[in-house]
């Protein structure tokens, strides 16, 4: 519950600019300015973005359903080719 340092979160975004990582894991369930910043520029520089959950989302009721889908979707952005 905690915001990065300015160095920290300068950081991560220069990484996201560089395309310095493959994909953004985005957890929806914790949104707050500096995880929108990351979203954004995550999406301007055009690295794939996975959206997580961290607990079972409403309507949803299969557990196994629901971890397979959060970890197929990461498989499929892993496999996309570099923009």
């Known amino acids: 519950e905690t915001d990065p340092s300015p160095a920290d979160l300068d950081a991560m975004l220069a990484l996201l600019r560089d395309k ?24 301007s520089a055009g ?15 299969s557990y196994i359903a629901w971890q397979t889908a959060q970890i197929d979707a990461l498989a499929a952005a892993l496999a996309e080719p570099a923009r």
Do not use: H, K, S, W
């Open 47 to 61: 690295v794939p973005v996975v959206e997580f959950t961290e607990t079972l989302p409403d309507g949803v009721t």
């Open 20 to 43: 310095g990582v493959d994909v953004l894991i985005y957890n929806t369930q914790a949104v707050d300015p500096v995880t929108q910043a990351m979203l954004d520029v995550a999406r």
